[in-house]
């Protein structure tokens, strides 16, 4: 089970940490991936990392945002600087196997989803 937390409403220029709990959910290797749904839109990746520490980041968010994990806490966070509106969005954390392939953005790919938590900038 994937349970996301940190979302909520904050002004363009804020920042935002989500976090994401994989609780029950232990791999010697995964894929672990941040994405969103905008309002009226497809979802699409942001960012993601690997149980070799690898990270991913969709081309037109990687000066804003970043991925992190911490082993200890099966947590993987997303780290939003420098917000814009267009940012607004349902953020979920998914999970596949084994580590990060070419495949790494396709939603399709992931098996396990959290419920995911809205992110609303104004």
């Known amino acids: 089970q994937l349970v996301e937390s940190g979302g909520g409403s904050v002004q363009a220029g804020g920042s935002l940490r989500l976090s994401c709990a994989a609780r029950?959910?232990?791999?010697?290797?995964?894929?672990m991936g941040w994405f969103r749904r905008p309002p009226g839109k497809e979802r699409e990746g942001i960012a993601v990392?690997?149980?070799?520490?690898?990270?991913a980041y969709a081309e037109s968010l990687k000066d804003r945002f970043t991925i992190s994990q911490d082993n200890s806490s099966n947590t993987v966070d997303l780290q939003m600087d420098d917000l814009k509106p267009e940012d607004t969005a349902m953020y979920y954390c998914?999970?596949?196997?084994?580590?990060?392939?070419?495949?790494?953005?396709?939603?399709?790919?992931?098996?396990?989803w959290g419920q995911g938590t809205q992110v609303t900038v104004s």
């Open positions: 029950g959910y232990t791999y010697d290797t995964y894929c």
């Open positions: 990392i690997d149980s070799d520490g690898d990270t």
């Open positions: 998914a999970a596949a196997r084994p580590t990060c392939g070419d495949w790494r953005f396709n939603p399709a790919v992931y098996y396990v």
